[in-house]
């Protein structure tokens, strides 16, 4: 899993709390991305951004919220507007020096909403 | 608009026989190629990519893959499977823009029998 740590691993919220997710790396990476797995099914992305200060939306990013207040972490909040936030969750960074385009990614955090 | 398909949900295999798992891709321009593994609950692991060059490509674990222009495909292939290597695996794209984003196939899960 690299140098991008998740936390926590598991997480139990109640229906209608906020809750928000950890993502740190150490690679120096400028890009990182949030995603949400499914069961079944493959990745689909919340939120990314290039640079610190500066993030987008991905093709699911209604009931989330993130920031980029510094280059290392990327946190991502889940907020009581998303419907169906039980997933599991993975961050993932990358930098496109020297051609590497392809993406680092954190051991996910399996958040559970009841 | 880019895509990225892997036909087959589940590939079962016998130890020692090799093994293939097949994705194809449609994107406009030269493609960038990539192929990730997922064990359980865990976040994915950077296994091969396709940027420019040699049409096989050679990554971890001893997987190789296999880019064809004509067919715009990208399977990933192992001479002799392992039943260590049963997972999840997951073909992915780079959208040709510069926010670096890739776009994951759903997903094929390979069983490698004893």
């Known amino acids: 899993d690299g140098g991008i740590t998740q936390s926590p691993k598991y997480l139990f919220r109640k229906e209608g709390q906020n809750v928000t997710l950890s993502c740190e790396q150490n690679?120096?990476?400028?890009?990182m991305y949030w995603y949400r797995q499914d069961p079944g099914q493959g990745l689909r992305l919340i939120y990314y951004s290039q640079i610190v200060n500066d993030f987008q939306k991905g093709d699911i990013a209604e009931g989330y919220s993130v920031s980029r207040e510094k280059k290392e972490s990327f946190p991502l909040t889940v907020t009581s507007a998303q419907k169906n936030p039980t997933a599991f969750y993975l961050c993932a960074s990358s930098t496109p020096a020297a051609g590497r385009y392809e993406q680092y990614f954190g051991p996910g955090t399996r958040l559970t909403v009841t | 608009a880019q895509s990225v398909a892997q036909p087959e949900d589940q590939v079962n295999v016998a130890e020692g026989n090799p093994l293939t798992v097949k994705c194809t891709y449609s994107?406009?321009?030269?493609?960038?190629l990539f192929w990730y593994v997922q064990y359980p609950n865990r976040g994915l692991q950077f296994l091969l990519k396709?940027?420019?060059?040699?049409?096989l490509v050679k990554g971890s674990y001893g997987f190789e893959a296999e880019f064809n222009k004509s067919q715009t495909s990208f399977h990933l292939k192992k001479p002799s499977a392992l039943v260590s290597d049963s997972a999840l695996y997951f073909c992915?794209?780079?959208?040709?823009?510069?926010?670096?984003?890739?776009?994951f196939g759903s997903g094929t899960r390979l069983l490698v029998r004893p």
């Open positions: 992915a794209v780079r959208v040709r823009d510069s926010s670096y984003k890739l776009i």
């Open positions: 690679l120096n990476h400028d890009a």
């Open positions: 994107v406009s321009g030269n493609p960038y």
């Open positions: 396709y940027i420019t060059g040699d049409n």
